[in-house]
């Protein structure tokens, strides 16, 4: 008995040394991310409005399944909808492009001449946009038979993501159902606070994918002539500030995205190519990429969705946040469709529906030059807009709604679409009244241009 004690003491010996061993080499070594973290974490690191805490989960790879389901179809030679929803930076605009009528004279800021020549014509919007190149590129590479894809353009110069949730049955489903949709709005949305923006986007995203759930959303995050190429920097800062509540949108929802401003300011392009990425002299708010701005975009666009379509992935940033209930639906009451709620009215034909706006071309305005012809309508839903046509419109104009009047001597030429009301009933039918109350500029004969009323919540 004693020997076997002799022999069994020194074993509890060396257990008792090896217990503690043992129970730390059984713990998680948090102070190193695991291999899949580490290489998941992008090699360009995106603008962060403020330093993340040191306990921010680090990017990591996200199936997006929707992009490999977007391949499939295409492998499968069914027709491909290809969509883009934005503003005029999707259109295509440049400095030096806003019409055959106008010249631009003058010196870019690094000293050349200011050739407009440079810039294409508004009736060939493919040539060198973003949005063009990047059509061409997934047409060229993942099309499998001829007329497979076709292009659903609903970008509009001017507008912002609460636009484009109203429009987007009738300039987006009313082409054909998306199978891969691009939403550009980062630099239109400046000045909309983070619960409208995200409103608004959670307003596009479910009902395009209650419309095809297999649909490939992808976010393009515009950016803005860098700090030192213009006179007022702090605009720079406010089109970031934009860019970065669309960015963690993102980033909560699993939408891969863009970040342009990385592509620009963040990338190994030398001063003098940053500084060519857009024209026109420094007093120029610079949002609009010269035609080697536009490469330098659609290349980043590219290189992002050969890296979905490749892997079926996206590494997104953590992003944490309370999501805010989806603003609703609209539809847009065109304004040739109400001719006679305006007696002596007629229909013209948007002086921009040639160019790069081609969902402006399937309606017309309600145009009169009448200065006293009243314009009544009624309407069942919860909340009106008006959509104005400022470039054929010289007046200022009282707006009722179930005779109250909302607007007196109203005239806003700096934005297309102005809500006159909302809040409504929506069980009962509304009324609205736009009464003429003269020419804004006395100069000039009187004019209304209506391209047409949007109604929230709309039922015949």
Same mark, same amino acid.
């Given at each position: 008995?004693?020997?076997?004690?002799?022999?069994?003491?020194?074993?509890?010996?060396?257990?008792?040394?090896?217990?503690?061993? &043992?129970?730390?080499?059984?713990?998680?070594?948090?102070?190193?991310?695991?291999?899949? +973290?580490?290489?998941?974490?992008n090699?360009?690191?995106?603008?962060?409005?403020?330093?993340?805490?040191?306990?921010?989960?680090?990017?990591?790879?996200?199936?997006?399944?929707?992009?490999?389901?977007?391949?499939?179809?295409?492998?499968?030679?069914?027709?491909?909808?290809?969509?883009?929803?934005?503003?005029?930076?999707?259109a295509?605009?440049?400095?030096?492009?806003?019409?055959?009528?106008?010249?631009?004279?003058?010196?870019n800021?690094?000293?050349?001449?200011?050739?407009?020549?440079?810039?294409?014509?508004?009736?060939d919007?493919?040539?060198?946009?973003?949005?063009?190149?990047?059509?061409?590129?997934?047409k060229?590479?993942?099309?499998?038979? !001829?007329?497979?894809?076709?292009q659903?353009?609903?970008?509009?110069?001017?507008?912002?993501?609460?636009?484009?949730?109203?429009?987007?049955?009738?300039?987006?489903?009313s082409?054909g159902?998306p199978?891969?949709?691009?939403?550009?709005?980062?630099?239109? !949305?400046?000045?909309?606070?983070?619960?409208?923006?995200?409103?608004?986007?959670?307003?596009?995203?479910?009902?395009?994918?209650?419309?095809?759930?297999?649909?490939?959303?992808?976010?393009?995050?515009?950016?803005?002539?860098? %700090?030192?190429?213009?006179?007022?920097?702090a605009?720079?800062?406010?089109?970031?500030?934009?860019?970065?509540?669309?960015?963690?949108?993102?980033?909560?929802? %699993?939408i891969?995205?863009?970040?342009i401003?990385?592509?620009?300011?963040?990338?190994?392009?030398?001063?003098?190519?940053?500084?060519?990425?857009y024209?026109?002299?420094?007093? !120029? +708010?610079?949002?609009?990429?010269?035609?080697?701005?536009?490469?330098?975009?659609?290349?980043?666009?590219?290189?992002?969705?050969?890296?979905?379509?490749?892997?079926?992935s996206?590494?997104?940033?953590?992003?944490?946040?309370?999501?805010?209930?989806?603003?609703?639906?609209?539809?847009?009451?065109f304004?040739?469709?109400?001719?006679?709620?305006?007696?002596?009215?007629?229909?013209?034909a &948007?002086?921009?529906?040639?160019?790069?706006?081609k969902?402006?071309?399937?309606?017309?305005?309600?145009y009169?030059?009448?200065?006293?012809?009243e &314009?009544?309508?009624?309407?069942?839903?919860?909340?009106?807009?008006?959509?104005?046509?400022?470039?054929?419109?010289?007046?200022?104009?009282?707006?009722y709604?179930?005779?109250?009047?909302?607007?007196?001597?109203?005239?806003?030429?700096?934005?297309?679409?102005?809500?006159?009301?909302?809040?409504?009933?929506?069980?009962?039918?509304? %009324?609205?009244r736009?009464?003429? %109350?003269?020419?804004? !500029?006395t100069?000039?004969?009187?004019?209304?241009?209506?391209?047409?009323?949007?109604?929230?919540?709309?039922?015949?």
């Open positions: 008995m004693k020997s076997r004690l002799r022999f069994i003491s020194p074993l509890l010996a060396v257990l008792m040394l090896l217990l503690p061993i &043992l129970g730390c080499s059984s713990k998680i070594n948090t102070s190193q991310p695991t291999e899949a +973290a580490a290489t998941a974490v090699t360009k690191q995106p603008i962060q409005a403020s330093s993340a805490p040191t306990d921010t989960p680090s990017p990591i790879s996200t199936p997006v399944l929707e992009y490999q389901k977007f391949l499939d179809k295409a492998k499968s030679g069914e027709p491909i909808n290809v969509a883009f929803l934005g503003g005029s930076i999707t295509g605009a440049s400095y030096a492009n806003w019409g055959t009528a106008n010249t631009f004279t003058g010196t800021i690094d000293g050349t001449p200011i050739d407009t020549t440079k810039y294409w014509s508004y009736t919007d493919m040539r060198d946009s973003w949005r063009g190149r990047v059509y061409n590129w997934l060229t590479t993942y099309q499998t038979k !001829d007329n497979q894809f076709k659903i353009n609903a970008a509009i110069g001017g507008t912002n993501s609460e636009f484009g949730a109203l429009r987007l049955d009738d300039h987006v489903f082409q159902i199978d891969i949709i691009f939403i550009e709005f980062a630099v239109n !949305d400046n000045g909309r606070s983070e619960t409208q923006v995200m409103q608004n986007y959670e307003s596009i995203v479910n009902r395009v994918k209650a419309k095809n759930p297999d649909c490939a959303i992808f976010i393009a995050l515009s950016t803005s002539r860098q %700090k030192s190429d213009i006179t007022n920097p605009s720079y800062d406010v089109f970031i500030k934009s860019a970065l509540i669309a960015k963690k949108y993102a980033d909560f929802k %699993k891969p995205y863009a970040n401003d990385n592509a620009y300011y963040h990338s190994d392009l030398t001063d003098a190519q940053k500084t060519a990425l024209y026109g002299p420094k007093t !120029d +708010a610079g949002v609009h990429p010269s035609p080697y701005g536009y490469e330098v975009y659609a290349n980043e666009v590219e290189r992002v969705l050969t890296s979905c379509f490749s892997t079926a996206f590494t997104f940033d953590y992003a944490s946040l309370t999501l805010p209930a989806a603003s609703p639906a609209g539809k847009i009451i304004g040739d469709s109400i001719l006679s709620a305006l007696p002596g009215s007629t229909a013209l &948007l002086a921009d529906d040639i160019r790069q706006h969902c402006l071309s399937y309606h017309k305005m309600l009169t030059t009448s200065a006293t012809a &314009l009544n309508y009624t309407f069942n839903g919860t909340a009106l807009w008006l959509w104005m046509d400022w470039g054929n419109s010289n007046c200022k104009i009282d707006v709604v179930d005779d109250i009047i909302i607007l007196t001597n109203w005239c806003d030429t700096g934005s297309q679409t102005k809500l006159v009301k909302n809040l409504l009933q929506a069980d009962k039918p509304h %009324k609205v736009i009464v003429p %109350k003269g020419a804004n !500029d100069t000039k004969p009187y004019s209304f241009g209506l391209r047409g009323l949007i109604v929230e919540n709309y039922t015949a």
